[in-house]
């Protein structure tokens, strides 16, 4: 059900899964797992849910239980004023398979999607949030040089995060097709971006030429 690129990869690899021996195996399933699912986080973002979830505590359990099928330890978070619910499992792959199976599905009336959450940087959440002092190689043209503090030591730039949803929406966009990015409701309508063709190129490699206008005569513009 999934329609990006890294779901659709890891649902290869669980089909997979299911049809080796686990005892013969085990060791390269193993580590076939942990090559596919180490980057990806542990956590969803369920979206475009609908409003009853948040008061009704029936559907609030329906919701519920459609994500522990998955995980029995998976807990909730519910953003009512975002309409969205952040579903946290035990491991990525419990959010992988919950994300290939609950994505895009109608639920209530409503078409809810599921995404990977951000993972969290914990050694940024670890480190003093103050401000340091710069790195000590690039104040050797100060005199007299600065000295840095007891202890202190050069912190390096954290990797970027890579948004997995996002290349892969990228990446199936075609020119001259539509793609449907928010299908329509009662309240509002579709969106659906239309991706533009590049222009034809031309063989020989000649400029356009500009038409000329003609300038009219100065007895026309007397009278």
Known sequence: MADVDDA???????????????????????ARENMYFHDLPDALIVTNIDECIFDDVKC?????SLFRK????????????????????STPEMAATARI???ELELFGKRVKCYFAQPKDEESENKDPHLHPPPLE???LISPPASPPVGWEQTHEAEPIINYDLISA???????????IHPPSDKHPAIVVHICEDPPLRCNGEKPKIIQTRRPD???RGT
Do not use: C, W
């Not at 330890?73 to 579903?87: E, I, P």
């Open 60 to 64: 609030k359990v329906e919701f519920e």
């Open 70 to 89: 998955y995980d029995e330890t998976a807990s909730f978070l519910y953003l009512r004023s975002f309409r969205r619910a952040r579903v946290n499992f």
């Open 170 to 180: 990228v990446a199936n966009l075609a020119p001259g097709m539509s793609h449907e």
């Open 138 to 140: 690039k104040q050797f």
């Open 8 to 30: 659709e990869d890891i649902n290869v690899v669980l089909k997979d899964d299911n049809l080796s021996s686990p005892s013969h195996n085990e060791p390269e399933t193993d």
């Open 101 to 103: 199976h609950l994505h």
């Open 218 to 220: 100065v007895s026309e």
